[in-house]
Structures are given as structure tokens and as C-alpha cells.
């Protein structure tokens, strides 16, 4: 039995444009994400978030299904255009006003809300000005905080910020895989720092606001593994390591830049001044998102593995490594390379094939397996002395998957998105037990609930 300390956080997590639909009701305004999903061919299908789970509209049956799981957090955001339609300006009384009667809603179900002020939908009209890239954007997402912060800073306790800041910069603006859908490396890099000086601002508002509360940002943060023994592999993990983690977590807990990503990118690196650094080196504690690794080898990077000719992995649904060591390791280094005091695990999941079958079960060991398998790890890095206070599983239940739409699933709760009904999976049912007893069985034979 691996046991978990008696006031470990248990939760689940979503973002809004994954789950909420209701994309033009009640005044809201349009985002990145509506206009991306509706251009064809950005997402899998031409699949869209217009609709989603429809939790705009039945989220009291969703937080009753939790409830029943024995959840005691949930992870959600907040829609920006939703509150501010534009971005700036004028609020929207209707989107402030949903989420206190949501937030109302969950506290009555005896759910803890762990608010994300922004996963990725930002007002469109804000890009059409220049969008992360532009500095002032950050101005708006610190009102922005400052207003919605007034407004639930009563009740909510718990703050992330910024939900991945790489996923936003660099898919968003440098492959183009995510919205806005731009390939400008400059702007990339521009957006990254962009991100961290918009969490310092948005961090000094909520605390002017509710000087108690705790303010965090989530990071996707991955180990960066050379593969074979050569100095320049070697030297693309370290340079890798530091575009994806150092330039997010570095800036925060330490007030300083890595300086192998401003020598790496040239005339292209974003400018860094001391005043804001000294804005960005605030963090209450850090959301860990965890999937898989990037491994690095003679070809260069290969992210979980992905078509790498590597066979000494499992692959989930999404072609990623299943790797529960990494987990450890990540949890590991966040403690020892940036001193950091208080760590969460704010995603952590995996995307099967998943069947309803005829009696409405859904049975799926292997994301059972990956489940048990990470926690143990959890586990072990707590025991081992990394500061962790909790585990948010992703996702609450299937939902919309950016770019690949509704074909990955990646919940607990299985979401049949014609009818809108939900079914809780063999896995969800194991959650509940690992929940109630806060800790792991020695071992599980993943073939009932």
C-alpha cells in the first residue's frame, strides 16, 4: 500500500473551450480558438468547440457525477472573451455572472474550485492586435485578472495564471498547429516572454485583491533525454531542455533568463529587461503537466518518441511514449533546479480507444495502468522529498482536443457527444477508489469496478 499524506489535493481537470460550448450565447465575445476551429482544415474532421460537452449548461450534473466519484477539486477555466467580449473595455455582466453562480454550484457539492484564468482562447480581437506578441496584451490580461479576481477572489483560493505557456507560443505562432495558426519564430519567442511578464502582472492584481490567496502557473513540463552519447546531442537536450521548461520556470523562481535560448535564437530573441524580471519572479506554486518526453537522438528531436524506430515504449492513442519514470524525474528536477516550494500535478492523462459497450460499461486497463503507474511515481518522488500537494487527472471526461478534435479521449468520464450523455469508465471508478482509500492498492487487476 503506498499511502498518500492526509491532506493531499485530489482532482480532475478541463479548460473551457474544451468543454463549455454556448460559444456566442449570453454576449460572448469570439476567441482564437472559434475563429481557428471554423477555418477549414485546421482541426481534425473540421470538428469545432461550438457545442463540445455543452457544460455551459450542465455543469450542476456534471459537479452531481463528481460528486459520486468522491472528487473533492476541479480544474476549470475561465473564458476571457466570455467576461471581456472584446478583450478590454466593456465587461460582460452575463459571463462574470456565470461563473459565481459555477464556482456557488461547485463549493455547494463540497468541490474545491481551482481556477486557470487563461488556457488558450484568447479574444480574438486582441490578436487582431498583435496578440501575445504584443506587450500590450499583457495590460489586458492583468485587468482582466484584476476584475475576475474581485469577483470569486471571495471564494476562490487557488489561481493558475497561464495554462502551458509553450503550447500557447510555440504551436501557436511557430508551427501553427495551434491557434492563431502563425509560423513566425520572433513572435514565438516574443509571445514566450510575453506569457511569463503577463503572469507577474496578472500575479501582483489577484494578490492587491486577496493578499492570502495562492497564484500558480502550469508548465508542460518534460524531461529532455539524450538517446545516444555525443556531445551535440547532448547539447540540443540542454538547449531543448531550456526552451521548453527554463524560460518559463527560470524567470519566475529565480528573476533571471536562460542565456542559451537568447544565444540560440539570435536577433530573434525577445528583449529582457531587469524591471521585468522582477515583475515575472513570482510564483505561489507550480502545476506540473505531464504526458511523455522528448527524446533527443542523432535526428534530432522526437517528442515522446514518436516514429522514432524506438520500440521500448507503450504509445497511447496520441502516438506519445508512455514514460512514468519521466514523472518522477520532472518532479524531481522542479524541486532541485528551481527551489520550487509547493508543486502540483495539474494534468496528467492518457487518450485510449475507448467502446461503449451494450451495458454502458467502458473498460480501459490501460489507462488504469497509466494511471497507477504515474501516481506510484507521484509517490515516490513525495517520499523522496519533492513537495507535492496534489493530483489533478486529465480530463474530468472527453472533450474537444484542439487540433485533432473529438477522436482522442481522454476522461474519466466517457462523453457521447450526439446525445450528450456521460458514463463513467472502469477508470473513473478506480479514481474513486484510489480517492477514498488516498493511496494505492499493491496491485490492481483493472477487470471491474
Same mark, same amino acid.
Given at each position: 500500500?503506498?499511502?498518500?499524506?492526509?491532506?493531499?489535493?485530489?482532482?480532475?481537470?478541463?479548460?473551457?473551450?474544451?468543454?463549455?460550448?454556448?460559444?456566442?450565447?449570453?454576449?460572448?465575445?469570439?476567441?482564437?480558438?472559434?475563429?481557428?476551429?471554423?477555418?477549414?482544415?485546421?482541426?481534425?474532421?473540421?470538428?469545432?468547440?461550438?457545442?463540445?460537452?455543452?457544460?455551459?449548461? &450542465?455543469?450542476?450534473?456534471?459537479?452531481? #457525477?463528481?460528486?459520486?466519484?468522491?472528487?473533492?477539486?476541479?480544474?476549470?477555466?475561465?473564458?476571457?472573451? &466570455?467576461?471581456?467580449?472584446?478583450?478590454?473595455?466593456?465587461?460582460?455582466?452575463?459571463?462574470?455572472?456565470?461563473?459565481?453562480?459555477?464556482?456557488?454550484?461547485?463549493?455547494?457539492?463540497?468541490?474545491?474550485?481551482?481556477?486557470?484564468?487563461?488556457?488558450?482562447?484568447?479574444?480574438?480581437? #486582441?490578436?487582431?492586435?498583435?496578440?501575445?506578441?504584443?506587450?500590450?496584451?499583457?495590460?489586458?490580461?492583468?485587468?482582466?485578472?484584476?476584475?475576475?479576481?474581485?469577483? *470569486?477572489?471571495?471564494?476562490?483560493?487557488?489561481?493558475?495564471?497561464?495554462?502551458?505557456?509553450?503550447?500557447?507560443?510555440? +504551436?501557436?505562432?511557430?508551427?501553427?498547429?495551434?491557434?492563431?495558426?502563425?509560423?513566425?519564430?520572433?513572435?514565438?519567442?516574443?509571445?514566450?516572454?510575453?506569457?511569463? +511578464?503577463?503572469?507577474?502582472?496578472?500575479?501582483?492584481?489577484?494578490?492587491?485583491?486577496?493578499?492570502?490567496?495562492?497564484?500558480?502557473?502550469?508548465?508542460?513540463?518534460?524531461?529532455?533525454?539524450? *538517446?545516444?552519447?555525443?556531445?551535440?546531442?547532448?547539447?540540443?537536450?540542454?538547449?531543448?531542455?531550456?526552451?521548453?521548461?527554463?524560460?518559463?520556470?527560470?524567470?519566475?523562481?529565480?528573476? $533571471?533568463?536562460?542565456?542559451?535560448?537568447?544565444?540560440?535564437?539570435?536577433?530573434?530573441?525577445?528583449?529582457? $529587461?531587469?524591471?521585468?524580471?522582477?515583475?515575472?519572479?513570482?510564483?505561489?506554486?507550480?502545476?506540473?503537466?505531464?504526458?511523455?518526453?522528448?527524446?533527443?537522438?542523432? @535526428?534530432?528531436?522526437?517528442?515522446?518518441?514518436?516514429?522514432?524506430?524506438?520500440?521500448?515504449?507503450?504509445?497511447?492513442?496520441?502516438?506519445?511514449?508512455?514514460?512514468?519514470?519521466?514523472?518522477?524525474?520532472?518532479?524531481?528536477?522542479?524541486?532541485?533546479?528551481?527551489?520550487?516550494?509547493?508543486?502540483?500535478?495539474?494534468?496528467?492523462?492518457?487518450?485510449?480507444?475507448?467502446?461503449?459497450?451494450?451495458?454502458?460499461?467502458?473498460?480501459?486497463?490501460?489507462?488504469?495502468?497509466?494511471?497507477?503507474?504515474?501516481?506510484?511515481?507521484?509517490? &515516490?518522488?513525495?517520499?523522496?522529498?519533492?513537495?507535492?500537494?496534489?493530483?489533478?487527472?486529465?480530463?474530468?471526461?472527453?472533450?474537444?482536443?484542439?487540433?485533432?478534435?473529438?477522436?482522442?479521449?481522454?476522461?474519466?468520464?466517457?462523453?457521447?457527444?450526439?446525445?450528450?450523455?456521460?458514463?463513467? @469508465?472502469?477508470?473513473?471508478? #478506480?479514481? @474513486?477508489?484510489?480517492?477514498?482509500?488516498?493511496?494505492?492498492?499493491?496491485?490492481?487487476?483493472?477487470?471491474?469496478?
Amino acid at each position: 500500500m503506498k499511502t498518500f499524506p492526509k491532506d493531499f489535493v485530489w482532482g480532475t481537470a478541463t479548460a473551457a473551450y474544451q468543454v463549455e460550448g454556448a460559444w456566442n450565447e449570453d454576449g460572448k465575445g469570439e476567441s482564437i480558438w472559434d475563429r481557428f476551429s471554423h477555418t477549414p482544415g485546421k482541426v481534425e474532421r473540421g470538428d469545432n468547440g461550438d457545442v463540445a460537452c455543452d457544460q455551459y449548461h &450542465r455543469y450542476a450534473e456534471d459537479f452531481q #457525477l463528481m460528486q459520486q466519484l468522491g472528487l473533492k477539486n476541479y480544474r476549470f477555466s475561465l473564458s476571457w472573451p &466570455r467576461i471581456y467580449p472584446q478583450g478590454k473595455g466593456a465587461i460582460n455582466q452575463k459571463g462574470l455572472d456565470h461563473y459565481s453562480r459555477l464556482v456557488d454550484s461547485l463549493l455547494a457539492a463540497g468541490i474545491t474550485p481551482w481556477v486557470t484564468l487563461y488556457h488558450w482562447d484568447l479574444p480574438q480581437t #486582441l490578436e487582431d492586435e498583435g496578440g501575445w506578441p504584443a506587450r500590450a496584451t499583457t495590460d489586458h490580461f492583468a485587468q482582466y485578472a484584476d476584475i475576475v479576481s474581485k469577483h *470569486l477572489g471571495d471564494r476562490v483560493k487557488n489561481w493558475m495564471t497561464i495554462n502551458e505557456p509553450g503550447v500557447v507560443a510555440f +504551436l501557436g505562432y511557430l508551427t501553427g498547429d495551434h491557434a492563431p495558426g502563425l509560423k513566425d519564430e520572433k513572435k514565438a519567442l516574443q509571445a514566450a516572454y510575453n506569457l511569463i +511578464l503577463a503572469h507577474g502582472k496578472a500575479y501582483a492584481a489577484i494578490k492587491a485583491n486577496h493578499a492570502t490567496t495562492k497564484v500558480g502557473l502550469t508548465n508542460a513540463t518534460q524531461n529532455t533525454y539524450p *538517446l545516444v552519447r555525443d556531445e551535440s546531442v547532448a547539447a540540443q537536450a540542454a538547449l531543448a531542455d531550456a526552451q521548453m521548461n527554463g524560460i518559463f520556470l527560470e524567470p519566475m523562481y529565480k528573476g $533571471t533568463y536562460p542565456q542559451i535560448v537568447l544565444d540560440d535564437a539570435g536577433d530573434k530573441a525577445p528583449e529582457i $529587461t531587469p524591471d521585468d524580471l522582477k515583475v515575472m519572479n513570482h510564483i505561489d506554486f507550480v502545476g506540473v503537466q505531464y504526458y511523455t518526453d522528448t527524446l533527443i537522438g542523432p @535526428k534530432g528531436l522526437m517528442f515522446g518518441a514518436t516514429g522514432s524506430g524506438y520500440n521500448f515504449f507503450d504509445y497511447t492513442e496520441m502516438g506519445w511514449a508512455v514514460t512514468p519514470l519521466g514523472l518522477y524525474d520532472v518532479l524531481m528536477n522542479v524541486k532541485n533546479q528551481y527551489g520550487a516550494k509547493e508543486i502540483y500535478v495539474t494534468e496528467n492523462g492518457s487518450a485510449w480507444q475507448d467502446v461503449l459497450a451494450p451495458d454502458c460499461r467502458i473498460n480501459d486497463p490501460k489507462r488504469q495502468d497509466y494511471l497507477v503507474r504515474h501516481l506510484a511515481m507521484v509517490h &515516490r518522488a513525495i517520499q523522496e522529498g519533492s513537495p507535492i500537494k496534489g493530483y489533478f487527472a486529465w480530463s474530468f471526461m472527453d472533450n474537444f482536443e484542439w487540433a485533432y478534435g473529438y477522436r482522442p479521449r481522454f476522461g474519466l468520464v466517457y462523453t457521447e457527444f450526439a446525445s450528450q450523455k456521460r458514463y463513467v @469508465k472502469d477508470s473513473g471508478y #478506480l479514481y @474513486k477508489q484510489i480517492i477514498k482509500a488516498n493511496a494505492l492498492e499493491d496491485s490492481y487487476n483493472f477487470n471491474g469496478k
